[in-house]
């Protein structure tokens, strides 16, 4: 080490801190900006990255040491000023930024040193529920380690140390990580339409700039985007570059990753939050030592330790998904774009129905406007038919119109499958009583609780909240005059069978199918197993149901009236998505709309097929209300247990918001969930005008603020939810 090197460095550390913290660096040990080290804080010991090296001695103080460093590369300059950038948007606390970039802890450990698990030959003594769950993990998985096995199986790792001591588990060395396989760009390169190879040639030219742009894919459904991108993608793998596919979470299936294979002749990285310990410490190493080269991953793979990144697509970038909202409240399409920027990157944002951010940034000309106007091969684009509820309502308690169940039996006799989509979980969304009027709330928030028929429930979609379904009235005891109110996907099940009793029939809904389970329904589904689905959003969502060809809207009017300023484009992006399953395969395909509302804009507009229209109307009333993309939005929330003091709190801050030009500040009211969790909300929302500095003026406003006891203040740059 020579004379002049530091003597100390600043350890940034994954804590809700605005900045890095000094420490002294033993001697003999040398660190660089981005390394990972282990250092003290109070009485426990944190892992921390070097943010950068400092002259200071601490002034005066006695600075405590860094313990060690870790062998692994750094994290890279673009990563941390992404980092910086991040925390400056969102006005977050720096360290709860890279904490967003550590979630591998074991990836810190020494490899070789690491002890793992897998079933011993003695049958303990003792087997209570706990230590059988250990025992057939470890029976069925890999050897794994202590902490891995009892997270699987939902204990402490004193039960699986127990388990070792007894001889049930048997300690081997943990074997090392599978290697990733080396993608080949030209692996399974499908032969492209001339449509799809003009805007291949106009990404790949993107990636050859070795520059940052940023390219918005525009198809329609089933134009080939994925081709396309795809094209992109082999491009920057041939110049030796790491490349990020993120996609909405649901749109992570088992089919797609498949298909990414199939292009690339290796399975890509997957990065999402339902991996195993050891799978997200494997996939992290890959990323930081650039051996993992195509990453297939949901919006948190963007805080992946990155060591060549050469190109990030944004698959559905319309997705409401991408906005984290808990924690630090980021964007991932957003973010994507600034870390393209930093990194000096291309990012493609691909879409059949683009954000109308993406499509004002394509006017303004700072993202190149890419587009497939045509389905491929012979698949044509389903026209839509508008059914005025007005004219076909259908009896008391059913919610299918006469042309709608038409169409379907027509479709069914025809042996083709038909989606009926309605996006309302459970059984009925509102229980009341017929005898006095009441109605079952949940006692948490602001929300009533909603029929499960199907787990004889009521439950609250905000907090969770379940109670068994009540004989009688809760308020005044009658019984037998609770009725549920409207339909919700198992109530349509029920009117679907009565109808159609020979059809094969699947709900899809998160609440019936999750993971594995949701995998299997979704290639049922695609394979043509059930030919009449009943689906919530999650069926809007990118797949490929090749024997498709009818789509029911049960109820477009459902999302029109949120108070959200997105509410139009959103409904037209759901129903444009869901109408856009049908007739992906050989035979055409219809959408039907059932609506109260026909003469309204966007019904109009699905009827016509005049996506334009409907967007130069959407674009006409945000412009006119400074909202985005035409003005800034930030929402603060304030919340508490106690309503009074949370009013009081929030009122206590307007006197203190400073004067700011172009700064509007609606507020306090209290939030249209007013109550959540027990915790009562009040918001503000602060609208600037675009060019504005929103985040000084939060900063001027709101640093010294510290809310006390239950009183939490959050703020979200950029909402997406206006609950
Ligand atoms: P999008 O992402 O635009 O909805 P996809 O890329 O999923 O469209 O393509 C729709 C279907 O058409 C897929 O089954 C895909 O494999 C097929 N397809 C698209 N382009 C081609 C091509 N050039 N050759 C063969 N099949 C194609
Ligand atoms: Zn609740």
Known sequence: MSADSPKTADVLLPLALEGPYTYALPHGLSVKPGDYVEVPLGPRSYLGCVWRLSEGDGGGKTLREVVQKFDLPPLSDTHRAFIDWVANYYVEPLGNVLRLCLRAPGAFGDAKTEIAYRIGRIRPQKLTAQRARVLEIAREGPAMKASELAELAGVG??????????????????????????????????????????????????????????????????????????????????????????LPEIALT?????????????????????????????????VAQGN????????????????????????????????????????ARDMAIVYGALGKFPVVLSSATPSLESLVNAERGRYGHVRLDTRHGAAELPPSHIIDMRASAPPSGSWLSEPLAQAVAETLASGDQALLFLNRRGYAPLTLCRACGHRIDCPNCAASLVEHRFRKQLMCHHC????????????CATQGKLVPCGPGVERLAE???????????????????????????????????????????????????????????????????????????????QMAQVAGRAGRGEKPGRALIQTYRPEHPLMQALAKGDRDGFLAEEKRLREGAELPPYGLLAAIVISGRDGLET?????????????????????????????VRGLYRWRYLVRARRGINVQAFLRAWLAEVKPKGSLRLAIDVDPYSFL
């Not at 589904?525 to 969502?541: D, P, R």
């Open 157 to 246: 790792t004193s039960v699986v140390k127990a388990l070792a001591k007894a001889g049930a588990l048997e300690a081997v060395a943990l074997p090392p990580h599978r290697a990733f396989a080396t993608p080949d760009p030209a692996a399974g390169k499908l032969s492209l339409s001339r449509e799809q190879e003009e805007a291949a040639k106009e990404l790949r030219a993107s990636v050859a700039r070795r520059g940052h742009s940023t390219q918005l894919l525009d198809g329609v459904t089933g134009s080939g985007k994925t081709e396309v991108y795809f094209e992109a993608m082999a491009a920057a793998l041939a110049g030796g570059q790491q490349v990020l596919l993120l």
């Open 254 to 286: 088992q089919q797609f990753i498949e298909r990414v294979e199939r292009r690339f002749g290796a399975p890509p990285a997957q990065w999402h939050s339902g991996m195993r310990p050891r799978e997200r410490e494997r996939v992290w190493r890959g």
């Open 292 to 331: 993992a080269k195509i990453v297939v991953g949901a919006r948190s793979a963007l805080f992946l330790p990155w060591a060549r990144l050469g190109l990030i697509v944004v698959d559905e970038e319309h997705e409401g998904a991408y906005k984290q909202e808990d924690g630090v409240p980021y964007h």
């Open 464 to 475: 969770g909240h379940t109670t068994p379904i009540p004989p009688e009235c809760p308020k």
């Open 495 to 573: 009117e679907v069978a009565q109808r159609f009793p020979e059809a094969r029939l699947t709900i899809l809904s998160s609440d019936l199918a999750r993971g594995t389970l949701l995998k299997d329904a979704l290639r049922e589904v695609s394979e043509g197993v059930h030919n009449l689905v009943i689906g919530t959003q999650l069926v809007a969502k990118g797949h490929h149901f090749p024997h498709l060809t009818l789509v029911g809207v049960v109820d477009a009017d459902l999302a029109l009236d949120s108070g959200d300023p997105r509410a139009g484009e959103r409904s037209w992006a």
């Open 647 to 675: 009013e009081r709190f929030a009122r206590s801050l307007q006197p203190l918001a400073p004067y700011g030009e172009g700064v509007h500040l609606l507020g306090p009211a209290p939030a249209p969930m007013h109550l």
